[in-house]
């Protein structure tokens, strides 16, 4: 059974930075695609970035490209998101999500339904 536990978030103001982690187990020998989706006011969680377990296969969602950047360090099982020039628009609660490596290689990250397991995630404030 793959288990995430986020931490890192906080409150920051506009322009800040901030760095989530997210410590993985029980899945350390098969390949997901392991993400970062975020939840603000709406009632759907938005995918933010995605990575390969493997490697060699990094996803952005629009409105954070050239800010956020994810990253992986295998061998402390860790997914990590580091968040540049926060915007208030950020705010959410930040959660890590694993699901088959297709979502990935396909470009399906971004939908809840590509993920299989969930952390229960961070709460990230960014004010103006």
């Known amino acids: 059974q793959v288990q995430l536990v986020e931490s890192g978030g906080g409150s920051v103001q506009a322009g800040g930075s901030l760095r989530l982690s997210c410590a993985a187990s029980?899945?350390?020998?098969?390949?997901?695609?392991i993400a970062w989706f975020r939840q603000g006011t709406g009632p759907e969680r938005e995918g933010v970035a995605a990575?390969?377990?493997?490697?060699?296969?990094?996803r952005y969602a629009d409105s954070v490209k050239g800010r956020f950047t994810i990253s992986q360090d295998n061998a402390k099982n860790t997914l990590y998101l580091q968040m540049n020039n926060l915007k208030p628009e950020d705010t959410a609660t930040y959660y890590c999500?694993?699901?088959?490596?297709?979502?990935?290689?396909?470009?399906?990250?971004?939908?809840?339904?590509?993920?299989?397991?969930w952390g229960r995630g961070t709460q990230v404030t960014v004010s103006s």
């Open positions: 999500a694993a699901g088959a490596p297709i979502g990935c290689l396909a470009g399906s990250w971004f939908t809840m339904s590509s993920m299989n397991y």
């Open positions: 029980g899945y350390s020998d098969r390949q997901l695609c």
């Open positions: 990575v390969l377990s493997s490697g060699g296969v990094t």
